[in-house]
Nanobody
Framework: VQLQASGGGLVQSGGSLRLSCAGSGFPLDYYAVGWFRQAPGKKREGVSCISSVDGSTYYADAVKGRFTISTDRAKKTVYLQMNSLKPEDTAVYYC????????????WGQGTQVTVSS
């Protein structure tokens, strides 16, 4: 499995960014891919997850109502639309597979930096 994350950058508070995670080599025809983030000096945390089977999603409380995860099954790509960004959203964002409740993913993308200035 390979995951290629992209789309990070520098944005002002209140702005928007869209992250992409292009996946390949999934062992099955369906997948559950998640986004995680790690800020300097903090533990990595789960942000959002989506299943390609039924489109079910998960969001961390900190991003509910501001972030939207989606997937293009034909492209096996997962997107994270981030709106109303806050300085506390600043982190390196990683996509990972599989996204399973309570379990660590086995495969990780390379990470993309998101910086939100106040």
């Amino acid at each position: 499995v390979q995951l290629q994350a992209s789309g990070g950058g520098l944005v002002q508070s209140g702005g928007s960014l869209r992250l992409s995670c292009a996946g390949s080599g999934f062992p099955l025809d369906y997948y559950a891919v998640g986004w995680f983030r790690q800020a300097p000096g903090k533990k990595r945390e789960g942000v959002s997850c989506i299943s390609s089977v039924d489109g079910s999603t998960y969001y961390a409380d900190a991003v509910k109502g501001r972030f939207t995860i989606s997937t293009d099954r034909a492209k096996k790509t997962v997107y994270l639309q981030m709106n109303s960004l806050k300085p506390e959203d600043t982190a390196v964002y990683y996509c990972a597979y599989p996204c399973q409740n309570g379990l660590q993913p086995d495969y990780w993308g390379q990470g993309t930096q998101v910086t939100v200035s106040s």
